[in-house]
C-alpha cells in the first residue's frame, strides 16, 4: 500500500488513522505494534482512535516501529 508523500497532517485523529493504516499495510496486530513500539496495548488503541491527550513521546515511539517520519517546518515567509 502506498501512501502520499508530504501529506500535512494537523490533528491527532490524522496520525491515529495513518498509525492504524501504516500498520494494517505491514500486517500487524495492535498489540505486535505496541510491544516493537514499547508502548501498551491501551495506548495503541487510544492513538488510533484519536484520543486528543496521547503522550507525544509515545506517539514518536509509535511512528518510528513503523517507520514513519514526523518532520516539522517552520511557517516560509518573512517572520520565519
Same mark, same amino acid.
Given at each position: ?16 488513522? #495513518?498509525?492504524?493504516? *501504516?500498520? =494494517?499495510? +505491514? @500486517?500487524?496486530?495492535?498489540?505486535? &505494534? /505496541?510491544?516493537?513500539?514499547? %508502548?501498551? #496495548?491501551?495506548?495503541? *488503541?487510544? =492513538?488510533? +482512535? @484519536?484520543?486528543?491527550?496521547?503522550? &507525544? /513521546?509515545?506517539?514518536?515511539? %509509535? ?6 517520519? =514526523? ?10
Amino acid at each position: 500500500m502506498m501512501f502520499p508523500i508530504g501529506n500535512v497532517i494537523m490533528t491527532v485523529e490524522e496520525i491515529g488513522d #495513518l498509525v492504524r493504516k *501504516v500498520r =494494517l499495510a +505491514r @500486517g500487524l496486530r495492535q498489540d505486535q &505494534l /505496541a510491544a516493537a513500539a514499547g %508502548v501498551g #496495548l491501551r495506548f495503541l *488503541v487510544e =492513538l488510533e +482512535r @484519536g484520543k486528543p491527550t496521547v503522550r &507525544l /513521546a509515545k506517539v514518536l515511539a %509509535v511512528l518510528n516501529a513503523l517507520g514513519c517520519r =514526523l518532520e516539522i517546518r517552520p511557517p516560509s515567509g518573512r517572520d520565519s
